[in-house]
């Protein structure tokens, strides 16, 4: 599955798409070279194992965030994505949400 992943990371680097769907493949992080892809405005991580949101500081102008069906159990690492207009989070291992 790496290999699948790199293939579309790459991809989305040459054609500068505008969203990237990385969903059911076995992922347990987010990997760090999404954070290179600052034109990004949908992003779709949802089905894997991922853990916690790192990673994805640089993508301001992301609009749409889906991480919902993976194992995350703490919100957190979303504060400079000001474009954020959807979260999807559901089915995953979150038991409060705090805000500060």
């Known amino acids: 599955m790496y290999?699948?992943?790199q293939e579309r990371i790459a991809k989305c680097k040459r054609t500068k798409a505008k969203s990237l769907n990385l969903r059911r493949l076995k992922l347990t992080e987010i990997p760090a070279e999404i954070n290179e892809l600052v034109w990004l405005e949908q992003l779709n991580l949802r089905s894997n194992k991922?853990?916690?949101i790192?990673?994805?500081e640089k993508?301001?102008?992301l609009t749409t965030l889906h991480l919902s069906y993976?194992?995350?159990s703490e919100?957190?690492?979303l504060e400079k994505l000001t474009a954020l207009k959807g979260?999807?989070?559901s089915s995953n291992q979150i038991i409060e949400i705090k805000h500060k």
């Open 54 to 56: 790192k990673g994805l």
């Open 3 to 5: 290999k699948e992943v």
């Open 87 to 89: 979260l999807f989070l």
């Open 59 to 61: 993508l301001t102008a």
């Open 50 to 52: 991922i853990s916690e």
């Open 75 to 77: 919100i957190k690492g």
């Open 70 to 72: 993976n194992q995350i």
